[in-house]
Nanobody, 122 residues
């Protein structure tokens, strides 16, 4: 059973920072890619950042320069460091594993965490 557990969400003021974590069991097969997605109120789930073990991370244009994805293979954790947060970053953030296609399409991911809420206010 694949388990992805997100944590680190919360409420912050615009311009603030948060770091999200996605922990998975050492017995979980995660494939090669892992990613973060988000879903704002009334919106579709959208790709935020993806990471591949031997390649450079990829980011949505809306978060480039503000968010950083990293993967600690020894600790089985994927992080999303978020800075210069904006109210439009408010969403539930999800961790994804087991990619079977283009990384930015939510439907191509086989496993999801339960999500963690991020709220950014003025």
């Amino acid at each position: 059973q694949v388990q992805l557990v997100e944590s680190g969400g919360g409420s912050v003021r615009a311009g603030g920072s948060l770091t999200l974590s996605c922990a998975y069991s050492q017995y979980t097969y995660i494939g090669n890619w892992m990613a973060w997605f988000r879903q704002g109120p009334g919106k579709e789930r959208e790709a935020v950042a993806g990471i591949y073990p031997t390649g450079a991370p990829v980011y949505a244009e809306s978060v480039k320069g503000r968010f950083t994805i990293s993967h600690d293979n020894a600790e089985n954790v994927v992080y999303l460091q978020m800075s210069s947060l904006k109210p439009e970053d408010t969403a539930i953030y999800y961790c994804a594993a087991n990619l079977k296609g283009a990384w930015f399409r939510a439907g191509n991911w086989g496993h999801w965490g339960q999500g963690t809420q991020v709220t950014v206010s003025y």
